[in-house]
């Protein structure tokens, strides 16, 4: 016997229980419109900046090390334990003047953490590369959710983009809010991981609308509460399997990939699981409020089989 | 019954076949590459945070080039209608947007005659008469952009030469956005050397020293005490103590490092300290005779960047096109010259707005763990597609090898760049590429619920769970090539691999499990259930 995620005659009232998801989803919408404005912990991609990844040959004294850092007088300074603690990772704001400035801040910090130490990356961003960095992204961002949004409004209906809109949005104010109030740090892979939310998000919410379409064509008698939960059901194990499966490579990468790629992997996993609940929680149900045209009612076609030659 | 075309069945596997060859070469070592023909020999290419190495962000300053083009202009018209006895006051440079210069003319009847010879001074600039005989000199707008275009690509044509000659191994200069470059160097773990070469605009003129005006020294803060005359002006230079002190040059460039053909490193024959020997192109040899044989026993500058670097006096006309420059050079510093001399100079300076070094252990580092990730992310995976699916898990599993395969040797064919979000996108389409699969089966499971025969399920689930594949996948497409358009660096770099995904997934799940499934289904008389 194999394994079934979802039994195949599932019949949960999504839409039943569309006033209680609703909530929920307005709920994190707030959240991440309240953590846009609390701020984003932006990294040194975005807002410029230096950066050194060293690997120590004995375990540092933080603390001792954290007042000989400040002693420079750089300004703010950030020491992070990445992965062991004898891998460190300094942040340093850029340096007023030249880039003899920069480059001298560095030399200090190297001066301090000791200069035969194994240096495994040393960056430093300009300000105005950051904030372009940050503008392309977002342009780059807006440009492609628009064009998929248009692509649906001409292969279903407006209405169907209207409403995939709406849990696009969602999905990123939440993983906003993720950003914001967990405090993880906001740089351009971060980006990368929204993009991926919401192309897995649209993608989910394409195969839900695709069945209602069907259905809608094939029932033309049910009404549409009734057409858009016996989708959602049909679909629910499809749904499922492919968020599992999804979600078993990132939870791999979570915890064997390293600092930067599980860095990198946790916004997504929180984001596939949002993008599937906004699918058919959010999107789905507010079709409902949509006035989809509904053709000629006079008789259901009910197909028992395709033509097949 | 089922026909398979054999045109079909040889494409299919012709094709898995090939991408099994194409991806070869990434787990061999270089020698075995080495031995492949040519076209088999690409590998993936690794982004500089996982081989490890530089990489530098420049930004080309064209507003100064733009300046100095612009009261280069300026001198050129002084000149110019001086000659032409045309008087004018009030010449001057605005340096405000995009600059312009503006002059009064003293007569207004002089307007068609002025503009004529302005306008012989450069194809690009236009006038306007602005009423009461003032002139407005300003670029054409075609003109400013054709400028900036040539003085980007002369820019990274300058870097390109100055980072070969610097010997960096496989060095990557391109253009980045409006006015950036970024330059790519594996394997340097100290890009300062680098850089300060980069940096330098290393422009070399010949320019006479000036006889009315005496050399004077610096004040505390670095500037020459007194005023020099008309048409000269004071720069610094060192003496043989290490002092500095100015000299009266005049501004007038006789020669510039453009016509070198060549500059090496030398010993100056009567201090035996190193110099550096320069050789003229022809055109240089009789412009440098020429000048050499009119000013006998005048002192001329050779000035780098603003700096007089040596001021020797003509004993005698030199007709050879040799010169020889010797400042107080160290043997590094007139290494160092020669190298920027036989470059060229940059067109506009240039400033580092982005840098980033990493080591080779934190490369090799990412590249074991994303090795690691990737790996498990497939077995489990496989697994649990064998799990929910048995048999028809398993040949799902066939494709998703598949996809793994030919996803690096398109990334391969394509030299497209793997970074460390690269390799979270090849996990992430290890979980994803199965989803084309899992709508088919749970099509067929549909349709065999109807209680339909089992080739009847099999036909009609791939034929409906079709339109949904396309959409889905038709829509993330689309967002990969708005972003492969749009995006940049990293971005772009993910828009490529998504898309490729993308692209595979759909054959391997339409193609080569649906193949699969046939035969297998071929082979079974009389399949009341499916193992699936």
Sequence with gaps: ?309 | MLQLSKMKLLIIFGTCLLGVLFALPNVLDQKTIAKLPLFLQNTVNLGLELRGGSHIQLEVDLKSAHKDYLSHIKDEVRSTLRKEQIGYTDLKLVTKDKGNVTLTLLNSNDFAKAKKVIFKIDSYITIQDLSNGNLNITFKEDALEKRNKQIIEQSIEVVRRRVDESGTKEPNIQRQGEDRIIVQLPGVEDPAEVKRMIGKTAKLTFRLVDNNAQSVNATEDGKPMGVAPQGAEYLMTTDHKGNKYFIPVRKEVKLTGDQLVDARITEDPRSGQPAVSIQFDSKGTRAFAEISKNNVNRQFAMVLDDTVISAPVFNEPITGGNAQISGRFTYKEANELSVLLRAGSLPAPLKVVEESTVGPSLGADSIQHGKQGVGIAFVLVSIFMIMSYSLFGAIANIALTFNIILLFAGLSILQATLTLPGIAGIALTIGMAVDANVLIYERIKEELRTGVKVMVAIQAGYKRAMTTILDSNFTTLLGAAVLFEFGSGPIKGFAVTLALGILISLFTALSLTKLIIYLWVRNKKNLTTLPI
């Design chain 1, 1 to 309: 016997m194999a394994l079934q995620l979802v039994p195949h005659n599932t019949k949960i009232d999504f839409v039943g229980g569309r006033f209680i998801t609703f909530c929920l989803a307005i709920f994190l919408a707030v959240l991440g419109t309240s953590g846009y404005f609390n701020g984003l912990n932006f990294g040194v991609d975005f807002k410029g900046g230096h950066v050194l990844e060293v690997h120590m040959d004995k375990e540092p004294d933080l603390t001792t090390l954290r007042e000989n850092l400040n002693a420079l007088n750089l300004g703010e300074v950030v020491i992070q334990e990445i992965g062991t603690p004898k891998d460190l990772m300094v942040k340093v704001e850029l340096q007023d003047g030249d880039d003899s400035a920069q480059g001298n801040a560095i030399e200090k910090i190297k001066a301090v953490l000791g200069a035969d130490q194994q240096y495994r990356k040393v960056a430093t961003v300009g300000p105005k590369v950051g904030g372009e960095m940050v503008q392309n992204a977002l342009k780059a961002v807006a440009l492609a959710l628009a064009a998929m949004l248009i692509y649906i409004a001409v292969r279903f209906e407006w209405q169907f983009a209207a409403c995939a809109i709406v849990a696009l949005a969602h999905d990123c104010l939440t993983l906003l809010a993720l950003f914001s109030w967990a405090g993880l740090e906001f740089n351009e892979t971060s980006v990368i991981a929204i993009l991926i939310t919401a192309g897995y998000s649209i993608n989910d919410t394409i195969v839900i609308f695709d069945r209602i379409r069907e259905n809608l064509r094939k029932f033309k008698k049910l009404e549409l509460k009734d057409i858009i939960n016996k989708s959602l059901n049909e679909t629910l194990s499809r749904t499922m399997m492919t968020a599992t499966t999804t979600l078993i490579a990132l939870t791999a990468l979570y915890f064997m990939a390293g600092p930067v790629i599980s860095a990198f992997s946790f916004p997504i996993i929180i984001g596939i699981t949002v993008g599937s609940f906004s699918s058919i929680c959010l999107a789905s149900p507010l079709l409902l409020y949509m006035h989809l045209p509904r053709g000629d009612s006079s008789s259901d076609t009910v197909e028992k089989s395709v033509n097949l030659s």
